[in-house]
């Protein structure tokens, strides 16, 4: 069986339980899929050193090898909170408002590409097939075929892809669009990231697509691609059925009182429409006030990228807002926003996605948002709660039978709230169905199937099969 290589900026390897915390989707993610390959997982430790060795501390946890290197504090400066955080991702987010555009970012983001490449390259053996991760590594195939790697690579972009006229803002957009062109697949969440990304290769470069998608540069063919990501439905649904899941639901349940409940669960991020969110509560709030005594809203929110000035604003920002919410509508024996800054073991979160009447998962832009699917997952198909989602996620595009929203518009995800709380337990149900039936069948084996798939350039199932080489590799 060929190994599979992944690289991604970080490695987090949680415990079979699950790891506490604010672990993003990508982590869940790739965890899963590694469990399952006689692989490696390479990425940055985390780790500061004084001056960057190359020196790969390799482990073995739950049968997932990892070989991780430290950085140096520049490096995390220029190139994490620098170019990854501050440039591309409000840039791929839409919010060109936010993002900076700093020489040294882009020096420092080429550098540590660079000392990915050179750190990685022994580990590559000639059957491997090499699954790069994300807006941080963008360049990381094209430095790797410049020292000689022949091997199949793939790309695989959690975020959004941008709108040529977006990315066109960007700094030296086409050589960092041209370096991705060395990989063999690129993926995308959604038809519309592919179709931004075709855009921009056919206007910007001149490039032809063919007629299935893919795109030929250099004598090369390029397989450019939608792979919805998925949830790991098994374990999540064993997760949701465990002790400390009920326990979690008991608890919670007993704590609102009778109230309903509304929750959302989210990175603390401007992407995440969590302004947007309390204001749209307030709303619902004001415009029906008979209800104030009868809701709750429980927002987890852990803080993430600290670091950089825009993270600390939404985090402050959000803090006004929920006090000033919570005092113009609270009395003494309730509050109608809970909002919690901390990770929870995923299996106490899958019991208070269980316990709520609504999941309101409402980003101004997300890639996909795996948030929304463990909110159906967690659910009781006899009583199930209702999925209120923004239509600006990738999920929205699967998820057609959730009550979908403009996230911007106050007015409608308030009337929308008003109309979940009174959706009648046979609409819910028949929602809820179909809901479930995509959440389990496009899930993260089938998500991972796919793109090894076309990895090994193939087009089926059956990725896990030992199969032959593509005459292109
Ligand atoms: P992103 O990758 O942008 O953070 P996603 O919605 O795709 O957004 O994935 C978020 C993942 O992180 C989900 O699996 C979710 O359960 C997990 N998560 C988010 N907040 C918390 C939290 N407070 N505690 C534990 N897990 C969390």
Redesign the pocket.
């Known amino acids: 069986m060929n190994r599979l290589i992944v690289i991604s900026n970080r490695v987090s390897v949680p415990n079979a339980a699950g790891a506490a915390?604010?672990?993003?989707?990508?982590a869940?993610a790739l965890n899963s899929a590694l469990r399952e390959h006689r692989g490696i997982w390479f990425g940055w430790s985390g780790q500061e050193t004084e001056e960057f060795t190359g020196h790969l501390n390799m482990q073995r946890i739950d049968d997932v090898t990892t070989a991780t290197i430290d950085l140096e504090p520049q490096d995390i400066e220029e190139y994490y909170n620098g170019y990854a955080n501050r440039t591309l991702w409000p840039l791929f987010h839409y919010r060109i408002d936010l993002t900076e555009y700093d020489r040294n970012f882009g020096e420092g983001y080429e550098r540590v590409n660079a000392r990915f490449a050179d750190a990685v390259l022994p580990l590559i053996e000639p059957d491997d097939l090499v699954w790069v991760h994300d807006y941080h590594l963008l360049p990381l195939g094209s430095l790797l075929r410049g020292k000689g790697v022949k091997n199949r690579m793939g790309l695989f972009l959690h975020t959004p892809w941008p709108p040529t006229r977006l990315l066109a803002s960007l700094p030296f957009h086409e050589r960092l669009v041209s370096s991705m062109l060395e990989y063999d697949v690129i993926g995308f969440q959604t038809e519309e990231w592919l179709g931004s990304f075709l855009h921009y290769v056919e206007k910007e470069m001149g490039l032809a697509i063919n007629e299935d998608g893919s795109i030929d540069c250099n004598g090369r063919r390029i397989v450019a691609q939608a792979f919805p990501i998925g949830i790991d439905y098994d374990e999540f649904v064993e997760g949701a059925r465990s002790d400390e899941a009920r326990e979690a639901h008991d608890h919670l349940k007993a704590s609102v009182r009778g109230r309903k409940m509304l929750i959302g669960?989210?990175?603390l991020?401007y992407s995440k429409g969590l302004g947007e969110r309390f204001e749209s509560f307030s709303r619902f709030l004001t415009d029906n006030p008979d209800q104030a005594a009868r809701v709750v809203l429980l927002q987890?929110a852990?803080p993430s990228r600290g670091d950089v000035a825009s993270y600390q604003q939404i985090r402050e920002d959000l803090e006004r807002k929920t006090g000033h919410i919570n005092g113009a509508h609270a009395d003494v024996a309730f509050v109608p926003i809970r909002y919690v800054n901390?990770?929870?073991p995923?299996r106490q979160?899958a019991g208070f996605y269980r316990a709520a009447d609504i999941g309101l998962v409402t980003p101004l832009r997300?890639g996909?948002?795996?948030?929304a699917k463990?909110y159906v997952a967690a659910q009781d198909p006899d009583d199930p709660g209702v999925l209120i989602l923004s239509q600006f996620t990738g999920a929205a595009l699967q998820l057609t039978d959730a009550l979908l929203v403009n996230p911007h518009s106050i007015e409608h995800v308030g009337e929308t709230i008003k109309r979940a709380l009174e959706m009648p337990l046979a609409e819910r149900r028949r929602r809820h169905e179909k809901l479930l039936a995509s959440v389990r069948d496009e899930d993260i084996v089938h998500w991972r199937n796919q793109f090894v798939a076309a990895l090994f350039g193939r087009d089926g199932d059956g990725a896990g099969d030992r199969l032959a080489r593509d005459e292109a590799a």
Do not use: S, T
């Open positions: 915390g604010a672990q993003g989707g990508l869940v669960v989210d990175r991020d987890i852990p901390r990770g929870y995923r979160l997300d996909m948002n795996l948030v463990e």
